[in-house]
């Protein structure tokens, strides 16, 4: 059963995970040794000015726009994915400072909802971190892309950690889950590896914070792409992560000793890869806080895979490993366990 310390573990762990990988994305590991020391980068990097806190990325920024979808559908009795939709606009407007689209004006004042967390309000959220080009050019078409409706042929690794929070909602329904990710994720992703992955990250999510072992929650979630037009990558490229996991456990050598493995993977840019990265480390490191270190340091998209990492550790063990010189320095950390928190309300007084 879903209880609170997974759904803040969740957004801190993928807030701090975002931030710990931020400064390391356009690094190469020579480049990270040279600039973090042997060890890599095991803590996050704050700006030099006053009172600054670890940056985080687009990831965070579509994740906690997510969240505000999702309570936005709850409010208005809208579908989770028209929620998402609203909630992903707003911060295409606060990317690009284009004019709403036609009735969409409205969308960015504050909604009934946001008694306790106004999310446009909030000014990291203005931000630009590196948006992912096609996600961009998705929301700003006309269409609204589905499974059908086809908005590009991105196969970016932006469309997963803001499924984790449809995840966390459809807690009870994992299937569901898969569906409703899935359609959230068409919105800005047409090609059937990123919806999928997508899908796959929200029923991931559901079945661990169900309180089922990792384990089963991976089998299942395979067994769901098995019956997916299109999953065979995302599917080949779990098997794989599994089998690197096992033969090639992290940490148990030397601190590099996970870079052929995550090598073999991908580099991240895809989701099936970010995807397939972030579910080797969780697998091949035992401890949730190395994981994360792990999942940031190597040759890849650094944001993505550590903070889809620190996701999913957040469901599995709650908030308690996240240490306060972490959650206390990143960049939306309390606006993400206040989400966390409304999230949660929302999630326990859904019927199924």
Request: proline share 4%; charged share 25%; glycine share 10%.
């Amino acid at each position: 059963m879903a209880n609170i310390e997974k759904f803040r573990g969740a957004m801190l762990g993928e807030v701090c995970g975002d931030a710990l990988g931020y400064p390391l994305v356009t690094l190469n590991t020579g480049k990270i040794i040279r600039h973090y020391g042997p060890f890599g980068l095991r803590t996050m990097v704050k700006p030099k000015d006053k009172n600054a806190k670890a940056l985080i990325s687009d990831n965070s920024q579509m994740m906690l726009a997510a969240i505000d979808g999702l309570l936005w559908g709850d409010a208005k009795k809208l579908t989770p994915r028209d929620g998402v939709y609203r909630g992903l606009m707003r911060w295409y407007y606060s990317q690009t400072g284009e004019e709403p689209k036609r009735g969409q004006k409205t969308w960015t004042r504050r909604q009934p909802h946001e008694k306790k967390v106004c999310l446009v309000r909030e000014r990291f959220m203005h931000e630009r971190r590196m948006p992912e080009q096609g996600v961009l050019n998705a929301l700003s078409n006309e269409k609204k892309g589905t499974i059908k409706v086809t908005v590009n042929e991105s196969k970016g690794s932006a469309v997963l950690t803001r499924n984790v929070p449809t995840g966390l909602l459809f807690a009870k329904e994992p299937e569901q889950a898969f569906m409703e990710g899935v359609a959230n994720s068409a919105l800005t992703h047409s090609e059937p590896t990123a919806y999928l992955a997508g899908g796959a990250v929200a029923s991931l999510t559901a079945y661990l914070a169900s309180g089922l072992s990792l384990p089963k929650s991976l089998a299942k979630v395979a067994r769901m792409l098995a019956t997916a037009k299109g999953g065979d990558e995302v599917t080949l490229l779990l098997t794989a992560a599994i089998e690197q996991a096992n033969k090639h456990p992290a940490g148990k050598g030397g601190a590099w000793d996970h870079l052929d493995s995550i090598r073999s993977l991908g580099t991240g840019d895809t989701a099936a890869e970010a995807l397939a990265i972030a579910v080797y480390c969780i697998n091949a490191v035992d401890d949730p806080f190395e994981a994360i270190v792990v999942a940031a340091n190597h040759d890849g998209r650094s944001t993505v895979t550590a903070a889809l990492t620190g996701a999913l550790e957040g469901v599995r063990f709650g908030d308690s490993f996240l240490p306060a010189y972490w959650t206390d320095d990143v960049e939306g950390g309390d606006i993400a366990r206040q989400m966390a928190d409304m999230l949660f309300v929302t999630e326990e007084k859904r019927e199924v």
